[in-house]
Nanobody, 125 residues
Protein backbone atom coordinates (compact mmCIF):
# COMPACT_ATOMS: atom_id res chain seq x y z
CA UNK A 1 0.00 0.00 0.00
CA UNK A 2 1.07 3.56 -0.63
CA UNK A 3 -0.59 6.81 0.39
CA UNK A 4 -0.22 9.81 -1.90
CA UNK A 5 -0.64 13.51 -1.14
CA UNK A 6 -0.47 16.15 -3.87
CA UNK A 7 0.43 19.80 -3.41
CA UNK A 8 1.35 22.80 -5.51
CA UNK A 9 -1.86 23.51 -7.36
CA UNK A 10 -3.31 26.99 -7.70
CA UNK A 11 -4.29 29.79 -10.02
CA UNK A 12 -1.90 30.90 -12.76
CA UNK A 13 -2.15 33.01 -15.88
CA UNK A 14 -1.84 31.49 -19.32
CA UNK A 15 1.80 31.07 -20.25
CA UNK A 16 2.83 30.65 -16.65
CA UNK A 17 4.29 27.71 -14.77
CA UNK A 18 3.49 25.56 -11.78
CA UNK A 19 5.20 22.62 -10.14
CA UNK A 20 3.12 19.92 -8.54
CA UNK A 21 4.51 17.59 -5.92
CA UNK A 22 3.25 14.24 -4.72
CA UNK A 23 4.57 12.88 -1.45
CA UNK A 24 4.24 9.15 -0.93
CA UNK A 25 4.29 7.13 2.25
CA UNK A 26 5.71 3.65 2.53
CA UNK A 27 9.07 2.02 2.08
CA UNK A 28 8.38 0.64 -1.39
CA UNK A 29 7.89 3.91 -3.26
CA UNK A 30 10.84 3.18 -5.55
CA UNK A 31 9.18 0.00 -6.79
CA UNK A 32 6.16 1.82 -8.22
CA UNK A 33 5.55 3.35 -11.59
CA UNK A 34 4.19 6.83 -10.87
CA UNK A 35 1.90 8.97 -12.93
CA UNK A 36 -0.01 12.20 -13.13
CA UNK A 37 -3.57 12.32 -14.40
CA UNK A 38 -6.09 15.12 -14.65
CA UNK A 39 -9.83 15.58 -14.89
CA UNK A 40 -11.46 18.71 -16.23
CA UNK A 41 -15.11 19.51 -15.47
CA UNK A 42 -17.42 17.36 -17.56
CA UNK A 43 -14.56 15.33 -19.03
CA UNK A 44 -13.09 11.92 -18.41
CA UNK A 45 -9.94 11.48 -16.36
CA UNK A 46 -6.87 11.69 -18.61
CA UNK A 47 -3.49 10.05 -18.06
CA UNK A 48 -0.92 12.70 -18.97
CA UNK A 49 2.52 11.65 -17.68
CA UNK A 50 4.24 8.63 -16.21
CA UNK A 51 7.68 7.69 -14.97
CA UNK A 52 9.18 4.29 -14.34
CA UNK A 53 10.55 3.15 -10.99
CA UNK A 54 14.09 4.43 -11.56
CA UNK A 55 13.20 7.64 -13.35
CA UNK A 56 15.03 6.55 -16.48
CA UNK A 57 11.93 6.45 -18.69
CA UNK A 58 9.15 8.99 -18.98
CA UNK A 59 6.00 9.06 -21.07
CA UNK A 60 3.62 11.86 -21.97
CA UNK A 61 0.26 12.40 -23.55
CA UNK A 62 0.35 14.45 -26.74
CA UNK A 63 -1.65 17.18 -25.00
CA UNK A 64 1.25 17.99 -22.65
CA UNK A 65 4.33 16.78 -24.49
CA UNK A 66 7.02 19.44 -24.66
CA UNK A 67 5.39 21.53 -21.91
CA UNK A 68 5.21 19.22 -18.88
CA UNK A 69 8.03 17.25 -17.25
CA UNK A 70 7.60 14.42 -14.77
CA UNK A 71 10.42 13.52 -12.41
CA UNK A 72 10.94 11.63 -9.16
CA UNK A 73 13.23 11.61 -6.17
CA UNK A 74 13.16 8.16 -4.61
CA UNK A 75 15.21 9.33 -1.64
CA UNK A 76 12.41 11.77 -0.81
CA UNK A 77 9.52 9.50 -1.84
CA UNK A 78 8.28 12.29 -4.09
CA UNK A 79 7.21 12.67 -7.70
CA UNK A 80 6.94 16.02 -9.43
CA UNK A 81 5.17 17.52 -12.41
CA UNK A 82 6.72 20.69 -13.81
CA UNK A 83 4.13 22.46 -15.95
CA UNK A 84 5.27 25.22 -18.29
CA UNK A 85 3.49 27.27 -20.96
CA UNK A 86 0.18 26.59 -19.27
CA UNK A 87 -3.02 27.02 -21.25
CA UNK A 88 -6.62 27.57 -20.09
CA UNK A 89 -7.41 24.05 -21.32
CA UNK A 90 -4.98 22.68 -18.72
CA UNK A 91 -7.47 23.68 -16.03
CA UNK A 92 -8.37 20.52 -14.13
CA UNK A 93 -7.98 18.60 -10.92
CA UNK A 94 -4.58 16.90 -11.07
CA UNK A 95 -4.05 13.52 -9.46
CA UNK A 96 -0.95 11.59 -8.59
CA UNK A 97 -1.20 7.82 -8.90
CA UNK A 98 0.89 4.69 -8.47
CA UNK A 99 0.92 1.29 -10.11
CA UNK A 100 3.03 -1.85 -9.88
CA UNK A 101 2.83 -2.31 -13.63
CA UNK A 102 6.09 -2.04 -15.52
CA UNK A 103 5.46 0.31 -18.40
CA UNK A 104 6.60 0.82 -21.97
CA UNK A 105 4.01 3.49 -22.70
CA UNK A 106 1.80 5.81 -20.70
CA UNK A 107 -0.59 3.76 -18.55
CA UNK A 108 -4.33 4.01 -18.95
CA UNK A 109 -6.37 5.27 -16.02
CA UNK A 110 -7.53 1.82 -14.96
CA UNK A 111 -3.97 0.52 -14.57
CA UNK A 112 -3.34 2.65 -11.52
CA UNK A 113 -3.84 1.09 -8.09
CA UNK A 114 -3.40 4.00 -5.67
CA UNK A 115 -4.52 7.61 -5.96
CA UNK A 116 -4.03 10.92 -4.22
CA UNK A 117 -6.89 13.23 -3.37
CA UNK A 118 -6.13 15.67 -6.19
CA UNK A 119 -5.08 19.30 -6.42
CA UNK A 120 -6.84 22.00 -8.43
CA UNK A 121 -4.99 23.82 -11.20
CA UNK A 122 -6.73 26.80 -12.77
CA UNK A 123 -5.25 28.64 -15.74
CA UNK A 124 -6.78 32.01 -16.54
CA UNK A 125 -6.74 33.52 -20.02
Amino acid sequence: QVQLVESGGGLVQAGGSLRLSCAASGRTFSSYTMGWLRQAPGKERESIAAINWSGSNTYYADSVKGRFTISRDNAKNTVYLQMNSLKPEDTAVYYCAATRFLISRIPVVTQYDFWGQGTQVTVSS
